[in-house]
């Protein structure tokens, strides 16, 4: 059976896979590490910006992400963004700034909830390129990242900020632990 859900021929090169199917795991680890091998490297540091909030389920995803991540030691990375001190719509740009003074231009792997199409639902979107948070919530913030993770937690198109509000915890927690799994297994042969 194909994990892949679909694949778009876009000029993001983004592929989303269905966790559900068997070989998810691999097609992900295998997915994300080609992702990064076609990014110039001007630098050998990673970090990991995990965006999102501790106070709306459907948008915790990042957070819980980051959280997950912190319990393993992974070489020439940095997480930002976790449960206790999440990178939201309200301190966003604070934390680029941040990044931009004190980091000499890692690789970012944006990492964030998504609201999308009902069968996509549960799916994970990989992707070379940037994402805008908040553009389902209608929130004007700066793109970021040079590759991206993106959880499909619940349907876009109306009343986004409910729908993340009523989204299921135990859907977002099971998306944080393929990805951070996911991270984990790919990361070590890359950095």
Same mark, same amino acid.
């Given at each position: 059976?194909?994990?892949?859900?679909?694949?778009?021929?876009?000029?993001?090169?983004?592929?989303?896979?269905?966790?559900?199917?068997?070989?998810?795991?691999?097609?992900?680890? /295998?997915?994300?590490? !080609?992702? #990064?091998?076609? +990014?110039?490297?001007?630098?050998?540091?990673?970090? @990991? &910006?995990? $965006?999102?909030?501790?106070?709306?389920?459907?948008?915790?995803?990042?957070?819980?992400?980051?959280?997950?991540?912190?319990?393993?030691?992974?070489?020439?990375?940095?997480?930002?963004?976790?449960?206790?001190?999440?990178?939201?719509? /309200?301190?966003?740009? !604070?934390? #680029?700034?941040? +990044?931009?003074?004190?980091?000499?231009?890692?690789? @970012? &792997?944006? $990492?964030?909830?998504?609201?999308?199409?009902?069968?996509?639902?549960?799916?994970?979107?990989?992707?070379?390129?940037?994402?805008?948070?908040?553009?389902?919530?209608?929130?004007?913030?700066?793109?970021?990242?040079?590759?991206?993770?993106?959880?499909?937690?619940?349907?876009?198109?109306?009343?986004?900020?409910?729908?993340?509000?009523?989204?299921? &915890?135990?859907?977002?927690?099971?998306?944080?632990?393929?990805?951070?799994?996911?991270?984990?297994?790919?990361?070590?042969?890359?950095?």
């Amino acid at each position: 059976m194909n994990f892949f859900k679909n694949t778009l021929p876009t000029e993001e090169n983004k592929i989303i896979i269905n966790p559900e199917i068997e070989g998810a795991a691999d097609a992900f680890i /295998l997915t994300l590490r !080609q992702i #990064l091998n076609s +990014i110039p490297r001007s630098s050998c540091e990673l970090l @990991i &910006l995990c $965006i999102g909030s501790d106070r709306s389920t459907g948008d915790a995803l990042g957070p819980l992400v980051g959280s997950m991540l912190q319990a393993y030691p992974l070489k020439n990375t940095k997480i930002m963004g976790t449960l206790s001190e999440p990178v939201h719509a /309200l301190n966003f740009e !604070q934390k #680029l700034a941040f +990044i931009a003074a004190n980091h000499s231009s890692p690789i @970012i &792997l944006a $990492i964030d909830a998504s609201l999308g199409q009902k069968q996509n639902i549960g799916c994970i979107e990989l992707g070379k390129g940037s994402i805008r948070p908040g553009a389902a919530v209608q929130k004007k913030l700066p793109s970021v990242g040079d590759l991206y993770i993106t959880g499909i937690v619940n349907i876009g198109g109306f009343m986004e900020f409910m729908v993340l509000q009523s989204t299921r &915890l135990s859907l977002v927690i099971k998306l944080a632990r393929f990805i951070s799994w996911g991270i984990v297994q790919a990361l070590p042969c890359l950095f």
